[in-house]
């Protein structure tokens, strides 16, 4: 069975795209559009992975990870940011707030799938 | 009061009558009932006397020399006792005096034979009295006294005998000495002399041995002559005015009167002239050395105020020029001072400027970069979609597109990639100038990224008949630095290589230089002309703006490749030669090796 996928991306068009390829590729993908929301889905549901948009309003990107990280029952979820932040030390304040890894926006199509199937295996090693 | 009354009715002619008038006024107060009858006769008397009868009278006096008693002054005026009480009593009684001057014996005959009507300081012997007319108040007492040269030892009368003694003749003074001498059965040499004068300056020049004189006279000039008067004094004798036997008028009352009146007040002629005689005239010479001293000093001292006022007058001069230099100066240190501050405020508003000027750019800087970073996330955000969406048709997830389509669908995406490289330059190069890009360090397989990149230009290459070949030494493997940064400046050199290479190919080298890993990648395109090297590194630089035509690329790639590698404490290298070709080398230290 396919692994499950929490998107949390305000972005509409964004989340349309990567929901489409996750789909297209077997997965089963929950969507929320904003941090709350991506809070609360992420405890009902109970993910494999979570892709998290760092720009999002209200709660930021890595106020959400921190929250998350909270929930002991997602301890071990990995949670990947996917952001068009580049600034110096955008990838190291991801990583402090819990992220697990990082992939930069825009999302290449070619590798995107590779990349998240790369985080579902780190997480299952 | 009276007196007053009087004045008013008398003519202006008797008020020479007023002195003696206002004397018996004055006495009436002690005989009350005789200066009423002498008042009554004085009025008549006033009346009766017709102003013919009021001439001025000449009293003819005699002058020898005696002084202080009688004597001819240096100017020739007859002076002394005598002179000033007779000359008072002339005043009052408005005569006018005539002298005739000679000496005593002359003087004593003129009298006798009536040429003159009075002769001063005459003494009384009842044989004058025989032919002269006496007063009858003494006008003084003088004692008669003994003076001799310093030194002379005479100490009483007795030490006189067997001497030459000077004396006057005719006096009673002389008579009452030898009278004296006799007594004492002395023997003496009588040198008889004419005048006190000649009596001093016989006795000084030794011609006898002592002399008479009086007491006035000796204290008068014993000493300026050289003599001393010695203890032997004798004869308090009274003298007086004496008057011819036949002179008119009664000189000799009139005399008594003003005496009497005269001895009475202590403020009369009488006392002033006794106190002006009669002092003892302290002549007091200093010796000779003393003089010449004092001269030598005053000569001195007078040399030394000189010098001081000339030395006062150099010094108050060059304090004049002094003050003025320091006048000058201080207004120069003020000018000055001016200068400087009004050169300090300017200096500080010029900082201040600068402050805010450095302010502002550093504003502005900030404000740059935030927009830069800004406008390429917004820019980064529909590339996201453009990119995405490609992809996804070109993989034919949307469904199956034709041949046709998927070449168009290329060229979108080629653009898209194109477009996110520009977007990642500029946002690197404006973090580089803001000095917000940072490198993290973290061990990689560096033979691994450089593989990988080769491996994304390769179809660029290959699509221009270009041949890619990469050497990688064995001993290349684990490096520490960051992976995406040492990617993306070898992602550069190669994409330029490629770009500006037509023909033959593009060779990687990479290798282990002691604690350095050496790069190079070399090709065999248009090279660079040494004069284009040294702004090859700087931003927004493509060499001649007609290859910006034929070659894409924003210019920025070579700088921010260049920063990048100097983070990671490396070179980076250009060697060229136009035409054949040219070489970049960059040279990395591995972090961990060279600890």
Not at chain 2, 114 to 126: N, S
């Amino acid at each position: 069975m396919k692994a499950k996928i929490l998107y949390i991306e305000d972005n509409e068009q964004n989340l349309y795209l990567v929901t489409f390829i996750l789909e297209k590729h077997g997965y089963e993908v929950c969507a929320a559009t904003d941090g709350q929301e991506g809070i609360d889905m992420a405890a009902r549901i109970l993910p494999d992975l979570i892709l998290l948009d760092i720009q999002l309003p209200r709660m930021d990107g890595y106020a959400v990870a921190r929250h998350l990280r909270t929930n002991p029952n997602l301890a071990t979820v990995p949670i990947v940011a996917v952001t068009s932040y580049a600034m110096a030390g955008d990838r190291d304040k991801a990583l402090e707030a819990g992220c697990s890894g990082y992939i930069e926006k825009p999302i290449n199509p070619d590798t995107f799938i590779q990349q998240v199937e790369q985080s579902l295996t780190k997480q299952e090693e | 009061m009276i007196a007053c009354l009087v004045k008013a009715c008398m003519p202006p002619n008797i008020t020479h009558l007023m002195g003696f008038f206002i004397s018996l006024i004055r006495s009436a107060s002690a005989y009350p009932f005789r200066n009423l009858s002498l008042f009554v006769v004085l009025i008549l008397l006033c009346f009766e006397v017709p102003p013919a009868r009021a001439e001025v009278r000449t009293v003819t006096v005699g002058v020898y020399e005696n002084a202080p008693k009688v004597f001819t002054s240096e100017t020739g005026k007859p002076s002394g006792i005598f002179i000033d009480i007779i000359e008072h009593i002339a005043k009052s009684e408005r005569w006018k005096l005539r002298y005739v001057s000679g000496t005593w014996s002359e003087g004593l005959d003129r009298l006798a034979k009536g040429e003159i009507d009075l002769m001063p300081d005459v003494a009384y012997t009842a044989d004058r009295e025989k032919i002269f007319l006496f007063h009858k108040i003494p006008v003084l007492t003088v004692w008669s006294q003994v003076y001799a040269r310093k030194g002379s030892r005479i100490q009483s009368i007795l030490d006189l005998n067997g001497k030459r003694v000077a004396a006057l003749d005719k006096t009673i003074q002389l008579e009452t000495f030898t009278r004296l001498t006799n007594s004492f059965g002395l023997k003496i040499i009588l040198v008889p002399v004419p005048d006190y004068k000649t009596e001093f300056t016989m006795i000084a020049s030794g011609k006898a041995d002592a002399g008479l004189t009086n007491r006035l006279y000796g204290l008068m000039y014993a000493r300026k002559s050289g003599l001393e008067d010695t203890p032997v004094m004798f004869d308090p004798a009274p003298f007086y005015f004496a008057a011819g036997k036949n002179v008119s008028g009664k000189l000799p009352e009139i005399i008594d009167r003003h005496l009497s009146e005269m001895k009475i007040n202590p403020q009369s002629v009488y006392y002033a002239a006794m106190k002006r005689w009669t002092s003892e005239e302290v002549q007091f010479k200093l010796p000779l050395w003393l003089q010449m001293l004092g001269l030598g000093l005053g000569v001195a001292l007078v040399m030394s105020l000189a010098g001081g006022l000339i030395l006062k007058y150099q010094v108050n001069a060059r304090t004049g020029e002094l003050k003025l230099i320091n006048q000058e100066m201080e207004q120069r240190i003020d000018e000055r001072t001016q200068a400087l501050q009004v050169t300090n405020s300017k200096l500080q508003v010029a900082l201040e400027n600068l402050a805010v000027a450095k302010e502002h750019a550093e504003a502005a800087d900030r404000m740059k970069s935030a927009f830069l970073a800004t406008m390429s996330h917004e820019l980064r955000t529909p590339l996201n979609s453009i990119i995405g969406f490609t992809g996804i048709l070109l993989q034919g997830l949307g469904g199956a597109i034709n041949e046709e389509q998927a070449k168009q669908l290329k060229m979108v995406k080629n653009s898209a990639n194109h477009l996110l490289s520009l977007i990642s330059d500029i946002l690197d190069i404006s973090k580089i100038e803001s000095g917000q890009l940072s490198v993290f360090f973290e061990s990689f397989n560096l033979k691994d990224s450089i593989f990988k990149v080769v491996q994304s230009v390769r179809p660029l290459a290959e699509n221009k008949g270009l041949f890619l070949s990469v050497e990688v030494a064995d001993d290349v493997e684990e490096f520490t630095g960051d992976v995406r940064r040492v990617e993306q400046i070898l992602l550069n050199l190669l994409s330029n290589a490629v770009k500006f290479t037509q023909k033959g190919g593009v060779r990687v080298k990479c290798q282990r230089n002691a604690g350095n890993y050496v790069t190079s990648v070399t090709d065999s395109g248009i090279g660079i002309n040494g004069k284009d090297i040294g702004g090859l590194f700087e931003p927004f630089h493509q060499i001649d703006t007609g290859l910006s035509r034929n070659y894409e690329g924003t210019g920025l790639g070579l700088s921010i490749s260049k920063k990048l590698v100097e983070l990671m404490d490396g070179t980076l290298q250009v060697d060229s030669s136009p035409g054949k070709g040219s070489t970049f080398t960059f040279t990395l230290p591995n972090v961990i090796d060279s600890v």
